[in-house]
């Protein structure tokens, strides 16, 4: 069945074919790791785990590559301003080293927690300041770059088709801007390498052909994505945010050194909506995962909300939402556990549902499918074996969850249950709910699904 994904060069759906035949490659922007990571940070990087899972249910196997950057990211997209990595430093009085090693833990635990998969590999932009040095030597071999006081940059004025991607109105751009220029030619011109300040030193920081100091953030990615997936891959992710500039720039450089556009696929999830508003670590007022966790709620409740949305949709975030999400999760883990094992896939919807995922990712379609294949008249033990199939691209851990209170359950208290149950197979109604009311009484109730019963401590 044919995969289908929406590609932002194109701006259309398009058919997907793999380059190669032994693998596919996905490259997909990591965090920089100045700061915990917000909710809004890591739906981007659930809809980036949808689609790996959503590559391996067709049969892929998916080499999948997320890059650290812990060097070269400044606070302002105009090349301007601290490195974000060397000004978390300043505030937190750790060194940048320290500092980038606690936020990778931090963020690799979220995504396990999330229950997303591991990386193929995580590559750090300080672990290949080589490759990215002789990235910008082609660069300035071919005539790509210029050197100014403050660094080396790439001269977008050689590309008629530079920002196509965000289909970038340069004239405007340059005639309505704001920015300073500065040294650089162009508003769209953008740093390769920057230069260590005169008279301090960074804690980050190498010697390279033009002079002691760090790489741009933009230079890391072409770098090592062209190392790990070859110059001309399947498929580059990120948040929308990147589409205008981090991904324009990305393109740019891979266009000057090896002639292609990076990647097949371009593909970015949407934000996080926050009050109107996207959720911002520089704003320095966004949720972490670990603050939903605090308030009680299961962070694969936050997973199930991501899920229903499709990840070109801006998601907008409220607790009473995440609240239903919590709810609609139990429902489904409870209706899940009380079903039987031993049965068998049904074909019928695996082929629906693969049609939804399929179809650019559609997970709010397959999550309505997953609903309705709960209340169908289908057996329970191949309802159980389907939502397992279906599992493997949802990802919501079905089959490894255990209800806390199961062995808290007192065998009495079972065998009550077990017996208002054989009373209403005979409808015997009034010693059913004489059952249930001792049932009650002892802090215990009983829960009919379609496929039996739960007794839950009240």
Not at 24 to 34: E, F, I, M, N, R
Not at 52 to 60: A, S
Not at 244 to 263: D, F, K, P, V, Y
Not at 280 to 292: I, V, Y
Request: glycine share 8%; net charge negative.
């Amino acid at each position: 069945m044919q995969l289908y994904l929406y590609d932002n060069w194109e701006r259309q759906l398009r058919p997907f074919q793999a380059i190669r035949t032994d693998w596919v490659g996905l490259y997909c922007c990591g965090p920089t790791v100045y700061d915990y990571a917000h909710i809004g940070n890591l739906r981007t990087y659930l809809f980036e785990d949808i689609l790996r899972r959503t590559l391996q249910f067709n049969g892929y196997t998916v080499r999948h590559i997320v890059n650290i950057t812990d060097v070269g990211h400044l606070v302002s997209d105009a090349d301007e301003g601290e490195d974000k990595m060397e000004r978390g430093s300043r505030k937190s009085g750790k060194s940048a080293w320290e500092i980038a090693d606690y936020f990778s833990a931090v963020f690799k635990n979220d995504l396990t927690t999330l229950n997303m998969l591991e990386p193929t590999l995580w590559c750090k932009a300080t672990e290949h300041i080589a490759e990215q040095i002789a990235f910008i030597q082609v660069l300035e071999k071919k005539g790509f770059t210029y050197a100014n006081s403050d660094g080396i940059y790439f001269d977008t004025a050689k590309q008629d088709d530079y920002g196509y991607l965000a289909r970038l109105n340069r004239d405007g751009l340059n005639a309505g801007s704001r920015v300073a220029l500065g040294e650089k030619k162009s508003i769209t011109d953008f740093a390769l390498w920057k230069f260590s300040p005169e008279g301090s030193t960074r804690q980050m920081e190498w010697e390279s052909p033009w002079g002691r100091g760090f790489p741009g953030w933009h230079i890391e990615c072409s770098a090592m994505s062209a190392k790990y997936l070859e110059p001309w891959f399947d498929i580059h992710c990120g948040g929308e945010d990147h589409i205008s500039i981090h991904h324009s720039n990305e393109i740019a450089q891979n266009q000057a050194c090896h002639g292609t556009r990076l990647a097949n696929f371009w593909m970015h999830g949407y934000f996080l909506q926050l009050d109107a508003s996207k959720m911002s670590k520089s704003s320095g007022d966004f949720l972490r995962l670990q603050t939903l966790i605090d308030q009680g709620i299961d962070p694969i409740a936050y997973r199930y909300l991501c899920l229903t949305a499709h990840y070109r949709s801006q998601l907008n975030f409220n607790w009473d939402a995440l609240s239903g999400a919590q709810t609609a999760l139990g429902r489904l883990r409870d209706s899940y556990f009380a079903l039987p094992d031993g049965g068998e896939c049904d074909g019928d919807y695996l082929v629906r549902f693969t049609e939804e995922i399929n179809q650019d990712l559609n997970i709010p379609r397959a999550i309505a499918l997953m609903w309705e294949l709960l209340k169908s008249n289908l057996g329970p033990s191949h309802k159980k074996a389907t939502l397992n199939k279906f599992d493997e691209v949802l990802g919501l851990g079905l089959a490894a969850w255990q209800p806390a209170i199961a062995a808290a359950i007192p065998a009495e208290i079972e065998a009550l249950a077990a017996k208002r149950q054989q009373y209403r197979k005979e409808k015997n109604w009034a010693a059913a709910d004489q059952v249930r009311g001792e049932l009650k009484a002892l802090g215990y109730e009983v829960e009919d699904t379609a496929d039996g019963w739960i007794v839950k401590s009240i």
